[in-house]
């Protein structure tokens, strides 16, 4: 059955980007041929180039973003360990819950869904939990298209709080600066702003996370997820783990060769122009954009629809008759509101024409 040719502007996967498109027709190599580890180096490299980071454990792990979040919480905490977790939207939640599963002690920071978490209000509760090994917050929170401000957090670095944050839907889309902002763990994905089908987690860790991973009293809950042994195979002593999903590595090289050969900061004001236009013209389509002015993502809209629109059969509409997807809404947006991504390739004003046309032609 032959598939449709999707505009995809939902809260991902996005269109990928040509380059990636034309990587899954290369021949398959294996995990161990050397002409994949000088991919598999090379695309590590590249990813240090899109975190900004010297981080050396920097890689891809295999498994969508919500890998990485686990493999990033696993690695870090133990049994009895203190975490103090933003809760505003979805993937706070989740956060909370995967921590739990660890046997941690979770302390909640939560500030309304739509709204940005007050870092200072972070801040306070890790002078108030000295102890607490880890401090985790969504930087871009897909389910209500809020940003959340990661820099004030860089004070946790004078303390023994390890900063973990979850970069899937902001990386390539709004600049993320794991070194300059003191980000000790960060996880993303590949199929938001990267543009390449989901099934790799890029994840990256300080030096300092590094010793907290090395002195850990027990071995990580996951054996599949554990970097130690992760980190044998991607780093030099090239031990087999379990098999790297190579096509997947060979498109995600693809793909952030793409996002580097245009421009980092170039791709952050690709998605800003897109997005503060699809945004203006919602409004003046009668549609009510959720997240406040300031702390708005360009690439993840959230909006309700206008007065007396039902949300679910003008999506199926997009859907069935124009062949472009939305999100719906999620968690306290269910039902009521709409997500609507551009990232990556998806990032571009023709994706925008066509969205206003059919939405026009619709209404
Ligand atoms: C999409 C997303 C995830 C989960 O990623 P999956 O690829 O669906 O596993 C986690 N956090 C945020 C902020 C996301 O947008």
Redo the contacts with the bound molecule.
């Keep these: 059955m032959p598939l449709s040719d999707r505009l995809l502007l939902g809260?991902?996967p996005s269109n990928p980007y040509p380059e990636v498109a034309e990587a899954f027709a290369r021949p398959l190599l294996g995990h161990l041929d050397p002409e994949f580890l000088a991919i598999l180096d090379e695309t590590c490299d590249r990813l240090r180039s899109v975190f900004r980071t010297s981080n050396a454990l920097t890689l891809p792990i295999s498994?969508?973003?919500?890998?990485?979040?686990e493999a990033c919480f696993v690695n870090l905490v133990e049994p009895g360990d203190t975490v103090i977790i933003g809760v505003n939207?979805?993937?706070g939640e989740?956060m909370c819950e995967v921590a739990r599963r660890c046997g941690t002690e979770v302390v909640r920071v939560d500030a309304e869904w739509g709204t940005e978490i007050d870092p200072q209000r972070l801040l306070d509760a890790q002078r108030s939990y000295p102890h607490s090994r880890v401090l985790a917050v969504?930087?871009?929170?897909?389910?209500t298209g809020v940003e959340n401000d990661i820099a004030p957090l860089r004070a946790l670095s004078e303390t023994e709080t390890l900063l973990l944050v979850?970069?899937?839907?902001?990386l390539a889309g709004i600049p993320v600066e794991v070194d300059g902002w003191g980000i000790d763990a960060c996880?993303s994905?590949?199929?938001?702003c990267l543009s390449v089908p989901?099934g790799l987690?890029p994840v990256t860790f300080s030096p300092r996370a590094v010793e907290r991973v090395n002195t850990r009293s027990t071995p990580p809950q996951s054996w599949y997820l554990d970097l130690g042994l992760i980190g044998d195979y991607v780093g030099s002593a090239r031990k087999y783990h379990h098999t790297a999903p190579t096509a997947m590595v060979v498109a995600l090289h693809a793909g952030l060769g793409a996002v580097l050969e245009e421009g980092l900061e170039e791709s952050w004001a690709r998605h800003r122009s897109v997005g503060t236009r699809l945004q203006e013209s919602l409004v003046e389509l009668g549609f009510s954009l959720i997240a406040p002015p300031t702390r708005r993502l360009p690439q993840?809209t959230s909006t309700r629809l206008p007065e007396g629109r039902a949300e679910a059969t003008l999506r199926k509409e997009l859907l069935m008759g124009y062949g472009i997807e939305v999100g719906a809404g999620l968690g306290a947006f269910a039902g009521v509101a709409w997500r609507v991504g551009l990232m990556g390739h998806s990032a571009r004003d023709r994706s925008v024409t066509t969205l206003l046309g059919a939405l026009r032609e619709i209404l």
Excluded: N, W
Aim: glycine share 18%; aromatic share 6%.
């Design positions: 809260p991902g498994g969508t973003g919500s890998a990485g979040m939207g979805v993937f989740r969504v930087h871009a929170e897909t389910s979850d970069a899937v839907t902001s996880y994905g590949t199929q938001k989901p987690s993840l």
